[in-house]
T-cell receptor, first 114, second 111 residues
C-alpha cells in the first residue's frame, strides 16, 4: 500500500453528524488524493492536495472539505453526513518510479450513513 | 456521456483462457493510461502503465493503446483463478495528477 494507512477502516454514523476520515503516509509524498467508489461509477476524485495547506477540488467535492497541516496527514471531513455519502473512501498518493508517475491507493474506509 | 466507458461485466472465463478487457474514451488529450486490479474489499493496485500509443508486456499481461480509436485493452494470458478481481482502467492528460477512471470490469476465472 506504498506506506498508506487509513482510519477508521469502517464507520457507521447518523445523518447530520460530522465525520472525519484520516489518511496517513510515511514517505513524504507531495501529492495526496481522496476518492469515493460507488457501484457503476468507479473511482471519483473528491479533493486532492499538492502540499501542506495546498488543496483543490475534484469532480465530486460538494459536501466535503479537506485539510493538510502536515505532509503525512490528509483529512477528509463530511461536515454534515448524508445518506448519499455512504460509500467506500480511498486515499491515494502519487509515486514516481523512473519515468513513470502514477497513483497508489490505501486500503479504504467503508462509511455507512444511516 | 462518461469520459471513460468500461463494460461492468461480470466476465466469466475458464482457467487458462485469454482474457480481453477494454475501455473507450472521448478525450483526445489523454496520453497516460493505466490498469488497476482491485480484489474484493481491497484498494486498487497498479497493474500496468503505458504512455501514449503502443503495447507493453509484463509477464502474462499485455496493455495496448490505440489513440486513433480512443481504445485501450488489457490482455491476460493463461488466466488463473487468482486473477478474479475487478479491473479498472484509468487515464490522464497530465501524468498522474488527475486520473479519470472507468467504472471497472469484474472478472471471474473458473477453476
Amino acid at each position: 500500500d506504498a506506506g498508506i494507512t487509513q482510519s477508521p477502516r469502517h464507520k457507521v454514523t447518523e445523518t447530520g453528524t460530522p465525520v472525519t476520515l484520516r489518511c496517513h503516509q510515511t514517505e513524504n509524498h507531495r501529492y495526496m488524493y481522496w476518492y469515493r467508489q460507488d457501484p457503476g461509477h468507479g473511482l471519483r476524485l473528491i479533493h486532492y492536495s499538492y502540499g501542506v495547506k495546498d488543496t483543490d477540488k475534484g469532480e465530486v467535492s460538494d459536501g466535503y472539505s479537506v485539510s493538510r497541516s502536515k505532509t503525512e496527514d490528509f483529512l477528509l471531513t463530511l461536515e454534515s453526513a448524508t445518506s448519499s455519502q455512504t460509500s467506500v473512501y480511498f486515499c491515494a498518493i502519487s509515486l514516481t518510479s523512473g519515468a513513470q508517475e502514477t497513483q497508489y491507493f490505501g486500503p479504504g474506509t467503508r462509511l455507512l450513513v444511516l | 456521456q462518461k469520459e471513460v466507458e468500461q463494460d461492468p461485466g461480470p466476465l466469466s472465463v475458464p482457467e487458462g483462457a485469454i482474457v480481453s478487457l477494454n475501455c473507450t474514451y472521448s478525450n483526445s488529450a489523454f496520453q497516460y493510461f493505466m490498469w488497476y486490479r482491485q480484489y474484493s474489499r481491497k484498494g486498487p493496485e497498479l497493474l500496468m502503465y503505458t504512455y501514449s500509443s503502443g503495447n507493453k508486456e509484463d509477464g502474462r499481461f499485455t496493455a495496448q493503446v490505440d489513440k486513433s480509436s480512443k481504445y485501450i485493452s488489457l490482455f491476460i494470458r493463461d488466466s488463473q483463478p487468482s486473477d478474479s478481481a475487478t479491473y479498472l482502467c484509468a487515464m490522464s492528460s497530465d501524468s498522474s495528477y488527475k486520473l479519470i477512471f472507468g467504472s471497472g470490469t469484474r472478472l471471474l476465472v473458473r477453476p
